[in-house]
């Protein structure tokens, strides 16, 4: 069974930083894209980043600078680095899973909350 | 920036049928493909179309997506509403090397 858990979020001061993991397990994680979704508190779904199976990384332009996401396929773990953390970036993160060969997340874990407050 | 408009909320009765519109700001729509998901409260989001049209394994036939190019924009059509078709449906699609997601609609069905 296919399962992504979300780990490492809390309350963080403004210009903080935090990173999150996400431990996969169910598949063979070096073989999938995997992405960093966000959804602040009764707000949408907006993407924060993505990386290839072979290290690539995307971003969009609101956090790229800010946050990093890496993996450690030895482990079956995604990361994400997010330095000088801002109000607006609180929000619940999901990682999920792209299905291989295809354009949608078709696996997302259940979230971790990550707050930005003083 | 390419941007996803989607109507905030629609509403309709069980047993009938809601399209829920997705609306490309630029470039065009059917140049890359669209997804929907849906998330009930308090539920990580599922997809229930896949590049355009497509429906994963387990998803109900009453769910179909399509693309409109001379507007601009993709659509999910529910058909035989049931309540527990009532969630938040978000369209997705990209740009470039951004994932992009419409801001969301929210269907009542009562």
């Known amino acids: 069974e296919v399962q992504l858990v979300e780990s490492g979020g809390g309350l963080v001061q403004p210009g903080g930083s935090l990173r999150l993991s996400c431990a996969a397990s169910g598949f063979t994680f070096s073989s999938y894209d995997m992405h960093w979704v966000r959804q602040a508190t009764g707000k949408g779904l907006e993407w924060v980043s993505g990386?290839?199976?072979?290290?690539?990384?995307y971003y969009p332009g609101s956090v790229k600078g800010r946050f990093t996401i890496s993996r450690e396929d030895a482990k079956n773990l995604l990361y994400l680095q997010m330095n000088s953390l801002r109000a607006g970036d609180s929000a619940v993160y999901y990682c999920?899973?792209?299905?291989?060969?295809?354009?949608?997340?078709?696996?997302w874990g259940q979230g971790t909350l990550v707050t930005v407050s003083s | 920036n390419f941007m996803l408009t989607q109507p905030h909320s629609v509403s309709e009765s069980p047993g009938k049928t809601v399209t829920i519109s997705c609306t490309g700001s630029s470039g065009s729509i059917a140049a890359n493909y669209v997804q929907w998901y849906q998330q009930r409260p308090g539920s990580a989001p599922t997809t229930v179309i896949y590049e355009d049209n497509q429906r994963p394994s387990g998803v109900p036939d009453r769910f179909s997506g399509s693309i409109d190019s001379s507007s601009n924009s993709a659509s999910l059509t529910i058909s035989g509403l049931k309540t527990e078709d009532e969630a938040d449906y978000y369209c997705?699609?990209?740009?470039?090397?951004?994932?992009?997601f419409g801001g969301g609609t929210k269907l009542t069905v009562l």
């Open positions: 990386i290839g199976t072979a290290g690539d990384t």
């Open positions: 997705h699609s990209f740009d470039t090397s951004n994932w992009v």
């Open positions: 999920a899973r792209r299905v291989r060969g295809g354009y949608f997340l078709d696996y």
